[in-house]
């Protein structure tokens, strides 16, 4: 079974490209939530195994710093690896002393850093057999 991925509060250009390169880098489900109510609502519902969250959330353009937050003081959520969503330094470095991984920005889906990160949390994709 594949890794499920919840990302979070991006415009859907932007929610297709990721869950493009998930998909097809990693085998992986993408789940998409807009919000912090939807957000809860995944994570309690079936295992998630890694949260992207973007900075700007695209529903309210509200912090989605305040979910990661949120999510990590959860005593039932807190362990589920998250990421943040930017290209901004300073913004992954207050994502990390949160508790989340550091992510990556939507300029370097294609980059091979961006998959170094995604497979220390992802793991390797199963390779099918011919």
């Known amino acids: 079974m594949g890794k499920r991925v919840l990302d979070v509060g991006n415009c859907v250009p932007d929610h297709a ?4 390169m998930l998909e097809s880098g990693f085998g992986a489900e993408v789940l998409q939530a807009h919000g912090l109510d939807d957000t809860l609502a995944a ?6 195994d890694l949260v992207l969250v973007n900075r700007k959330l695209d529903q309210d353009y509200s912090d989605g710093l305040d979910i990661i937050k949120r999510v990590k003081r959860d ?3 807190g362990a589920v690896p998250m990421m943040l969503v930017t290209n901004y330094p300073e913004h992954q470095a207050a994502a990390v002393a949160e508790g989340a991984e550091y992510g990556f920005g939507k300029l370097e889906l294609s ?5 170094e990160r995604l497979v220390k949390v992802l793991g390797e994709p ?3 057999s011919p």
């Open 126 to 128: 199963a390779r099918s």
């Open 43 to 48: 994570l309690q519902a079936g295992s998630i």
């Open 17 to 20: 490209a990721i869950r493009r």
């Open 75 to 77: 005593p039932q959520l």
């Open 111 to 115: 980059k091979p850093e961006t998959r």
